[in-house]
């Protein structure tokens, strides 16, 4: 039971994502109306739209139509996201985080931990050069040109209708994150999760940091898939994890012996009040 309440965010997030997918594979293969379609564009209760931001992105600058559906789906998106969740979709519905998650775990347990964190820092920007070539190029070719190689598409689609060859990619992902690269997918090219790092900048619900309580035992650092937005804070300062990469996964509230990490509000009008007074 203390197991259980340990990683309560790790369980609910595998339920959460687990039963998107299950209901995807309800709508094709029983007709369930509850969600429909796939993580590029769906319909809850065949009335309410949600649209991947990217895939949105991409179609604009494709020059294709973008019906009001899409566009409805995209604004709901960009305020949940925006406003509550920031970037939560990577930890909380993106089915591939379970993949990375899984190779991050293991080469945690086979020591590769430490080896490229420093290099792999300098180079976690790639993602955001990476996202803004995708919509280059799909200006330039009027196609959405990340959705033919998503792995978050592959992943969601493969469910509903069959996974085919796509698991050639999915493998190489993992085989990626375990033998190559830390974090190398979600933490260095996923155009998506930079598009929701940036819808997410400024969201209310974030990590906060008690330093009085923290003892630089590390145990964050070492599980976190984003340590640089740690690392800015740990045993430095109370306050609120303010880098736009973190997953909000809780992955570091549960690691943490100290009671030095948890889930708050972010209160923008007293953090304000609070900087005048300082003044
Ligand atoms: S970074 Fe991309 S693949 Fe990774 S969890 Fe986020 S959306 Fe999914
Ligand atoms: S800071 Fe915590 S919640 Fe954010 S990504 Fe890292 S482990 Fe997850």
Redesign the pocket.
């Known amino acids: 039971m203390g197991s259980i309440i340990k990683n309560k965010y790790l369980i609910l997030r595998r339920i959460s994502q687990l039963t998107i997918l299950f209901l995807y594979f309800g709508a094709n293969a029983y007709g369930w109306k509850i969600l429909v379609g796939n993580l590029s564009l769906s319909k809850i209760f065949d009335k309410i739209p949600l649209t991947d931001p990217f895939a949105f992105l991409q179609m604009l600058f494709a020059g294709a139509v973008i019906s009001t559906d899409m566009l409805v789906g995209f604004i709901i998106i960009v305020l949940f996201y925006g406003l509550i969740g920031g970037?939560a979709?990577?930890?909380w519905v993106?089915p591939?985080?379970m993949i990375?998650d899984l190779a991050a775990w293991l080469r945690r347990k086979t020591h590769h931990e430490k080896d490229n964190l420093i290099s792999a820092m300098k180079i976690k920007q790639f993602r955001y050069w990476f996202a803004g070539i995708l919509l280059i190029i799909s200006a330039l070719t009027g196609a959405a040109a990340f959705e033919f190689i998503s792995?978050?598409g592959i992943f969601t689609r493969g469910i509903a209708f069959g996974l085919g060859f796509g698991w050639v990619w999915l493998l190489a992902i993992f085989l990626f994150d375990t033998f190559v690269l830390k974090n190398g997918?979600?933490g260095h090219v996923?155009p998506?999760?930079a598009t929701?790092s940036i819808i997410g900048a400024k969201n209310l619900i974030r990590v906060k940091h008690n330093k009085d309580n923290c003892t630089n035992c590390g145990n964050c650092l070492m599980i976190c898939p984003e340590p640089q937005v740690l690392t800015q804070i740990i045993n430095k300062k109370s306050d609120f994890i303010s880098g736009i990469e973190c997953?909000n996964c809780g992955r570091c509230i549960e690691v943490c012996n100290d009671n030095a990490l948890n889930f708050s509000i972010r209160n923008y009008i007293k953090g304000e009040k609070n900087e005048k007074a300082n003044n």
Do not use: A, D, E, Q
């Open positions: 970037r979709f990577c930890s993106c591939v985080n990375t792995p978050i997918w979600c996923c998506l999760g929701y997953t």
